[in-house]
């Protein structure tokens, strides 16, 4: 038991995605002490605001506490049911409900993209450019389903319109896929790894394309009200408002805190005119994030339920770029939404979810999510912290949850 938690905890430090949990059985009244007794000297301390953690199997929670404060001015303490912005941590439910279209036959990853958005049809690349001129060049291929999921299309971080703009919520879906395809790509399809807001934001046009209904609907109908992730939406009412945790940054000492606020989101949240951004535009709480995260881990079902297909789930859990990031196999991979292990110990006889190694997602303000299928584990970070930590030991905070968790689970196992 020793080696395999000592195994375990080198995992979790490689892989600092933190993870969800959910919908299962309650954790015990105590087994959040050693994870709430590693996070307070950093809320004292003054590296981070407030922090709500979760720690998770496929079948139960262990754990699910809440350190620190919601609001530091108010000296209002976070709570276990807070909201956060969990920015890139949408991309792997982006990318589930485009795999259930896939399951369904309505979609193929290795069809191109423009057969489901014909705007898409004769893109070129920027093979060279200038402040004045770009030079223009066939794509090899046009960009096709699985790129626009794996980051490798060539698209743009994001568009001109975008950039411009500051803001991921101020373009209706279809208006924005129109400004990905006008965009010369920046590289040959297939050829290189850049992350890319406008890849997802692509697939989440073509769910939408394909299923007939507003991106924001199918999310809605086909996996936040069946999993019951009642706090999950890209649209915040009044009260979720109360609900979320202020957001924090170092403050110009390098030694403290001080507000700020969610810079990619148009202000105030509650706002009729913003619009849903795939890539990255959804609030959530650790019990939601949780929940989608055991129906991962259980292959796609969840309380006898099935949302997406063991395969899909394998094929979003292991790396699909080869070694475009880095030709180091040590390094992280990308699948299909899911940040992942990039080199499996060893193929299974019979492909498992998640069987090339511990998969997860990250968020701009340090939400994380972390998968472990090999031991059964899942932990999930929430705070409200942009750019770095503050003071000299807050780049230490995930770490410390971490082996925390690692205390519990060897408690709970």
Known sequence: MKQMLASLVLLLAAFSFALPSARAEPAAADSGKAIAAALQPFVDGH????????VATK????????????????????????????????????AT??????????????????KYLPEYKGQMVAAEEDSEHVLLKPAVHPILVRNVLSHTSGLPPLSRPELASHHIDTLPLS????????????????????????????AGRIVEA??????????????????????TTFFLTEEQVKRLAKSYKENAAKDGLEETVISQLSYPL??????PSPAGGLFSTAADCGTFCRMILNGGTLDGK????????????????GDLISKDKSENGYGFGWSTSRKPKAAPAEPQPGSGGPFGHGGAYKTSLHLDPEHNLITVFMVQQAGNFAGKEGKNVEHAFDQAAMKELGEAH
């Not at 262990?62 to 049911?81: H, K």
């Not at 409900?97 to 423009?114: F, I, S, T």
């Not at 896929?177 to 692509?202: C, E, H, R, V």
């Not at 509650?270 to 619009?275: E, F, I």
């Open 97 to 114: 409900a485009l795999m259930m279209l896939v399951d369904e036959g309505k979609v193929n990853v290795d069809d191109p993209v423009e």
């Open 270 to 275: 509650t706002r009729h005119d913003r619009y």
């Open 175 to 202: 208006f924005a896929a129109i400004t990905y395809a006008m965009s010369p790509l920046q590289f040959q399809p297939d050829s290189k790894y850049n992350y890319s807001n406008a890849g997802i934001n692509t």
């Open 59 to 94: 079948d139960k929670v262990l754990s699910l506490e809440a350190v620190g404060y919601a609001d530091l001015e108010a000296r209002t303490p976070m709570r276990s049911d807070d909201l956060f912005w969990i920015a890139s941590m949408s991309k792997p439910m982006t």
């Open 306 to 321: 099935r949302y997406v297909s063991e395969a899909a789930v394998q094929q979003m859990t292991s790396t699909q770029i």
């Open 47 to 54: 590296a981070v605001a407030g922090v709500v953690t979760l």
């Open 210 to 231: 394909v299923s007939g209904m507003p991106y924001e609907q199918f999310m809605q109908k086909r996996l936040f009200d069946p999993l019951g992730m009642k706090d």
